[in-house]
């Protein structure tokens, strides 16, 4: 981040401090990292009225109370932590990590905040309970690209750690920790890690009609039609009389890299780009990676296929 932008990033969080907003009116976006979020969050900053604010929940950088985790999870969670999150949501807690995307013209035009988050998917019931006028959105891409990308950006997971300490209230990942630790294989490990975190939410909820499901391959191949379908669902509307839904998604630039793409391996060719990493597995490692997701009860996404399967409302995972 160059000063100019660290400086603009405090002075976004001042403005914001000094703003009130309608918890209810808030627009959450959950994802993956690596799942895509940067690039539709980006699209959708640009909504009149709209300010994004960038990862609340990170553990260091974030607004979120210590003993929390890296990926905050709703059962593990008291009273006090609830009032915590409730206080984020209706836009009393910035900082400049959070405000890191948003001018100070646009914080200070802000009707709405539109919140990211990447740690955030084992919390998603408990915002489900807070009468939202908006549904929260749910990002999902194929697994492999989430965890391929995530060792490629973030090299492998650090696995010296306890679990219950690192991620509290994920009682299946606590369990399968002595079995992580011994696989050598960074991918398929990651893999198993993304299973029982996001992957658990997203077979849950995919189908759910309180959450708005925005499928990668989808954004990639149809980005106008896909935001678009957001804000049907939503019923979004500014406080402007002027506003003109089409207008607004013509205007959108799609083509757009995310800020986050560290490695620059984002190609050209949008079905080159989805099936890059699928079209790469030989047989036995497509099955060895599929085993992964079978054992996991994961059937919204296969190794054959970059597409997600149709969901079933209320599926479950097995260990969920």
């Known amino acids: 981040m160059s000063l100019r932008q660290a400086l603009e990033s405090r002075l976004a969080a001042r403005v914001l401090a000094r703003r009130t907003f309608r918890p209810d009116e808030g627009l959450h976006l959950f994802s ?23 990862e609340p929940l990170h553990k260091t950088k974030g607004v979120g109370q210590v003993g929390w985790g890296d990926r905050p999870h709703e059962s593990a ?21 959070t405000s890191s995307r948003a001018s100070a013209h646009q914080s200070l035009q802000a009707q709405q905040l539109l919140f990211k988050y990447v ?13 939202l006028k908006h549904k929260p959105l749910l990002l999902m891409r194929h ?7 995530q060792v490629r950006a973030f090299g492998p997971r ?12 994920h009682v299946a990942l606590h369990r399968a920790w002595p079995d992580l630790k011994h696989i050598d294989d960074d991918v398929e490990r990651q893999l198993h890690f993304w299973a029982l975190t996001d992957g658990q939410v997203w077979e849950r909820y995919a189908a759910a009609d309180d959450v708005v499901a925005v499928h990668y391959c989808d954004l990639v191949l149809q980005p106008r039609e896909s ?3 957001v804000l049907d669902a939503w019923d979004w509307r500014p406080l402007a009389h002027d506003w003109d839904a089409e207008a607004f998604i013509q205007r959108v630039d799609p083509n757009i890299s995310s800020d986050t793409d560290f490695k620059g391996d984002r190609l050209n060719n949008q079905q080159a780009q989805l ?11 497509k099955a060895q990676l599929q085993s992964v997701l079978d054992m996991h009860g994961i059937g919204l996404y296969h190794m054959e296929d970059i597409n997600p399967a149709p969901s079933t409302p209320g599926r479950t995972a097995s260990s969920a």
């Open 32 to 54: 993956s990292a690596r799942g895509g979020s940067t690039w539709l969050m980006s699209m959708l900053s640009q909504l009149p009225g709209v300010a994004p604010i960038w």
């Open 77 to 97: 969670l008291g009273p006090q932590a609830r009032g915590h999150l409730e206080a984020m949501i209706s836009g009393r807690m910035h900082n400049a990590w």
């Open 119 to 131: 740690r955030g998917n084992a919390l998603l019931p408990w915002f489900l309970e807070q009468h």
């Open 143 to 149: 697994p492999l690209d989430v965890v391929t990308s």
């Open 158 to 169: 650090p696995m010296e750690v306890d679990p219950k300490v690192a991620f509290p209230g």
């Open 227 to 229: 935001l678009c379908g």
């Open 275 to 285: 099936a890059k990493n699928v079209a790469r597995l030989t047989p036995a490692r």
